[in-house]
């Protein structure tokens, strides 16, 4: 059985006659952060796709600390934060009750929250700076405060595999140094971060690793060299 927390063999992805991915091998390791980088359309939130077990036409091996993805789901082992999430301004739940959602993983929705359960929620709420707003609905929050309420549901999910899908997307300045404090202490507890991003800035401050995409691995090393122009250059056409 792998060590690697995400192992992924020979991936390949097509949505109809558009290849997505081709030939994706990697290994992340336990207590570690990677940055997923490529140009819009690149593929990242179709691996993404892949590695929660929500592609069925995906070809190629996956193991999530050992296990398939709908087992590791299962499990409570994985936590997703989606690049949109689709919320009606008018559905009546608060920010909290958002977070909280993450508690009940696969327990169901009736199970009453305990005490434990509420100052993890209080605990994730602050991290991400959304203690002030906790009683709105969510339908009330901007864009980028809703994205900080998505990734403290996938940090209180205790998950040892997080998978966040442009966690800083619409997210200010100030909220993006919160979130990658919390995610690099996430890692320091040996969990293991894949953490798709535009924000090229931020990667030396998050990232162990860097993965550059662009339907196929270009690179996966050290982030300095990721950042390099010549890489840039493969990944995006032009150095951005
Ligand atoms: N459900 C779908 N049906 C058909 N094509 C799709 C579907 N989802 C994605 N694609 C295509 O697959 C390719 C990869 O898309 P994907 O969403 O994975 O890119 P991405 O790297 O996440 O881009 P972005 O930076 O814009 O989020 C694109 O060409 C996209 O148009
Ligand atoms: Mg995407």
Redesign the pocket.
């Known amino acids: 059985m792998s060590a690697a927390a995400i192992h992924v063999r020979d991936l390949h992805?097509a949505?109809?006659s558009?290849?997505?991915?081709s030939g994706v091998t990697l290994d992340l390791a336990p207590g570690s952060v990677t940055g997923l980088v490529?140009?819009?359309?690149?593929?990242?939130?179709?691996?993404?796709?892949a590695l929660i077990g929500m592609l069925p036409g995906a070809r190629g091996e996956i193991r999530l600390l050992g296990k398939d993805p709908a087992a590791a789901r299962t499990a409570g082992l994985v936590a997703f934060v989606p690049?949109t999430e689709v919320i009606d301004r008018d559905f009546p739940i608060s920010v909290r009750e958002v977070v909280m959602l993450g508690r009940f993983g696969h327990l169901g929705f009736t199970r009453r929250p305990r005490a434990t359960d509420r100052a993890a929620v209080a605990a994730a709420l602050e991290r991400v700076g959304l203690t002030e707003l906790a009683d709105r609905p969510i339908g009330a929050l901007s864009g980028g405060q809703r994205k900080r309420a998505f990734v403290a549901r996938g940090i209180v999910q205790d998950a040892r595999v997080l998978l966040l899908?442009?966690p800083f997307g619409g997210v200010d300045a100030v909220s993006q140094t919160l979130i990658t404090g919390v995610l690099r202490e996430l890692r320091d507890e040996g969990r293991s971060l894949l953490v798709?991003t535009?924000d090229l800035a931020g990667i030396p401050d998050l990232c162990d690793e860097v993965i550059l995409?662009n339907?196929r691995i270009l690179f996966h090393g050290d982030p300095a060299t990721a950042l390099r122009p010549e890489n840039l250059a493969l990944t995006f056409g032009v150095a951005p």
């Open positions: 992805v949505y109809g558009v290849i997505a991915l490529g140009m819009n359309g690149s593929g990242k939130s179709t691996l993404f796709s690049q899908d442009e798709a535009h995409l339907k």
